[in-house]
């Protein structure tokens, strides 16, 4: 046996051996060491049979943030998809106009504010976690220098009111708009949208990721303004929409047109490097075309 395969023959021993000798050691401790328990990574918001009511001042804007405690090292928040939600739609009585209706869970967690012509919602997310997240579940406080996923659900807000611009910030969680009949609906959220027999002069929902899907049904609109910058996936069923704007800037983009739609594409490119491919689906189309100047 030459004398380099005797050394590399009694390195691979030692290195098994070390490493036998090692996992008996380890069996005869009680691995206090090597235990540690992490947070829960599921807070769920226990729900109650009535709602509690937050006057807020008139607004214009609606913002959705949330709020934390100086942990933003320690936490990445996320809320479960379908599981929660902004639900807007006009009120009914006097006392629902201008009113946030929260679970009474929920109430000591929130706070308000109207600054010129925006109502900003802070949803202080530590103070939930500890509640509601691994303090209940017994569990030890997180390790400083580690990232924690906690994931959310249960949180469902109602705010009645005529004002339909909306800025959600809230990752995953879905904005419901409803019977609503104003100038304007423009909501950009980091959760889908979903708008539901509403009337407008104009509809504007943009995502973020862009991926988000992004549905309106049976609702009338005088222009629909899609930005494929902010938007990959939507469903228009059952909707009256006299033109339906495209942008973009964004170098190749297709889409698909289906169903009985009848309404004119408007195509708005951000540049003159952008291209537009239109796939035509199901029944007979007649289609006119115009061109103007992009500048126009």
């Known amino acids: 046996m030459r004398l380099t395969t005797k050394i590399m023959t009694g390195l691979i021993l030692s290195i098994f051996l070390i490493s036998l000798l090692f996992i008996i050691g380890y069996s005869f401790t009680d691995r206090k060491n090597y235990r540690r328990k992490y947070p829960n990574n599921t807070i769920q918001i226990p729900q109650a049979e009535r709602q509690t009511g937050i006057n807020v001042a008139s607004y214009r804007v609606i913002a959705l943030e949330t709020e934390q405690s100086g942990t933003e090292n320690l936490y990445h928040y996320f809320f479960m998809d379908d599981a929660n939600g902004l639900f807007i739609q006009p009120a009914t009585t006097a006392d629902a106009e201008n009113t946030l209706f929260v679970p009474e ?72 708009i409803s019977h609503m009949e104003t100038d304007s609906i423009k909501i950009y959220a980091a959760g889908k949208i979903h708008i539901d027999s509403c009337i407008a002069h104009v509809i504007e929902p943009l995502v973020k990721p862009y991926y988000l899907k992004v549905t309106v049904k049976n609702s009338v609109a005088k222009e629909l303004i899609l930005d494929l910058d902010h938007l990959n996936d939507w469903d228009i069923d059952n909707c009256e929409i006299a033109a339906r704007k495209i942008t973009t800037s964004k170098r190749y983009n297709d889409i698909t047109i289906t169903g009985d739609e009848r309404e004119t594409i ?31």
């Open 266 to 296: 408007v195509w708005q490119p951000k540049n003159n490097d952008v291209e537009l491919n239109l796939k035509f689906k199901g029944n007979a189309a007649q289609i006119t075309y115009e061109t103007q100047s992009i500048s126009d």
């Open 105 to 176: 869970t929920l109430y000591d967690f929130i706070s308000t504010q109207t600054t010129n012509d925006t109502l900003t919602i802070k949803i202080n997310l530590d103070a939930l976690s500890e509640k509601y997240g691994f303090m209940e579940a017994g569990n030890s406080k997180p390790v400083p220098g580690i990232l924690y996923g906690a994931s959310i659900s249960g949180v469902n807000l109602y705010l009645h009111t005529s004002n339909v611009d909306v800025i959600n910030h809230l990752n995953e969680m879905h904005t419901h």
